[in-house]
């Protein structure tokens, strides 16, 4: 049974699909614990309504480091094989993502490594661009630099707005996060070093992209 620990700070829409599909899937997983920074965050009623223990650690500390050394801590009294990021808005200290290397995964609203950072959804109109999507990766220290696992594209309808842009590529995260979480299930990827293997093959980076639209 893998045991995860998902990371929240807000809705938690990313973590509804990963419980949903969990059960619907019988994946050969669990969601031991939700842990969020923000104490209104809504994913947290969403783990209590789920039967997962909801743990609210909000920063009272007094450097980025000591709060993720007291994170690691919280993490660890639950023996996770996963640590999954799901709309968890901090930038996390390099000993915190070394301590979980080849266990820590996120999703990012954009086609890595296009985009980084915040805002992607407007950015990438005022680019633009024709398509955009998600992106499932490891985490290292730099940010949004990890290894990548899996993409979905959608593409950029005239006269999209951020917020309908938005909307489009969070039905994608919803379906390519908790796929992702089944392939790490059954051992199908997993990290060595800094790449990324699926079904013991190196998967690179353009073979990561899922057209689902």
Do not use: C
């Amino acid at each position: 049974m893998l045991r995860i620990v998902v990371l929240i700070s807000g809705n938690g829409s990313n973590l509804q699909a990963i419980i949903d599909n969990i059960h619907d899937d019988e994946m050969d997983a669990e969601v031991v614990a939700v842990i969020s920074n923000k104490s209104n965050a809504y994913g947290l009623q969403r783990a209590e309504q789920a039967g997962i223990k909801a743990i609210t650690l909000e920063d009272t500390y007094g450097s980025r480091e000591q709060y993720d050394i007291e994170l690691q801590k919280k993490i660890d009294t639950h023996q996770p094989d996963l640590v999954v990021l799901a709309g968890f808005m901090r930038i996390l200290s390099d000993d915190f993502v070394n301590h979980y290397h080849g266990k820590l995964i996120n999703i990012h609203p954009s086609l890595l490594p296009k985009y980084q950072g915040l805002n992607t959804h407007q950015r990438v109109l005022d680019a633009g661009d024709t398509h955009h999507g998600a992106s499932v990766h490891f985490v290292i220290p730099e940010l949004d630099a990890g290894p990548l696992i899996l993409q979905a594209e959608v593409p950029i309808h005239k006269g999209d707005t951020a917020e309908e842009l938005a909307q489009r590529v969070h039905k994608e995260e919803h379906i390519i996060y908790p796929l992702v979480i089944k392939w790490f299930a059954e051992g199908r990827v997993k990290m060595l070093g800094d790449k990324v293997y699926k079904d013991g093959k190196e998967l690179l980076p353009q073979a990561a992209k899922l057209h689902l639209i």
